[in-house]
Nanobody, 122 residues
Framework: QVQLAESGGDSVQAGGSLRLSCVAS????????MGWFRQVSGKEREWVAT????????LYADSVKGRFTATRENAKNTVYLQMNSLKPEDTAMYYC???????????????WGHGTQVTVSS
C-alpha cells in the first residue's frame, strides 16, 4: 500500500519560509511524477507543484512560481517543497501525492498523503 508522509507544516508570519517534506514508502519511487497540492477548507484542492523523481523536472502553479521550489532526495525516497516569501493566501493544508497527472486542464493524482497544515499570518 502506497504511503506518503508529509511533515514540516507550521505557523509563520508573512514573508517567512517553510520546507515541507514527503517520505514515500511501500511503492516504487523511481521515475514517478510526484507533487504537492493544497486545500483550504470549503474550497477546491489546488495543484501547487510537480516534480519527476527521475530527471528532476518541475512544474509550478503561477501562484507560487518564483517563491516555491520542489526538490527530491532519491536516496531517502523524499520530495521537498521549499516555500519562501510566504503570503497569508498560502495558508492551507498541503498534501503530497504521487502519480500526478494533468488531464483536460485539471491536475490530479493517484495516491495522497494525509496533509500538513501551513498557516501564514499577516
Amino acid at each position: 500500500q502506497v504511503q506518503l508522509a508529509e511533515s514540516g507544516g507550521d505557523s509563520v508570519q508573512a514573508g517567512g519560509s517553510l520546507r515541507l517534506s514527503c517520505v514515500a514508502s511501500e511503492f516504487s519511487y523511481t521515475d514517478k511524477w510526484m507533487g504537492w497540492f493544497r486545500q483550504v477548507s470549503g474550497k477546491e484542492r489546488e495543484w501547487v507543484a510537480t516534480i519527476h523523481t527521475g530527471g528532476g523536472a518541475t512544474l509550478y502553479a503561477d501562484s507560487v512560481k518564483g517563491r516555491f521550489t520542489a526538490t527530491r532526495e532519491n536516496a531517502k525516497n523524499t520530495v521537498y517543497l521549499q516555500m519562501n516569501s510566504l503570503k497569508p493566501e498560502d495558508t492551507a493544508m498541503y498534501y503530497c501525492a504521487t502519480d500526478v497527472r494533468q488531464r483536460a486542464g485539471r491536475w490530479n493524482a493517484e495516491h495522497w498523503g494525509h496533509g500538513t497544515q501551513v498557516t501564514v499570518s499577516s
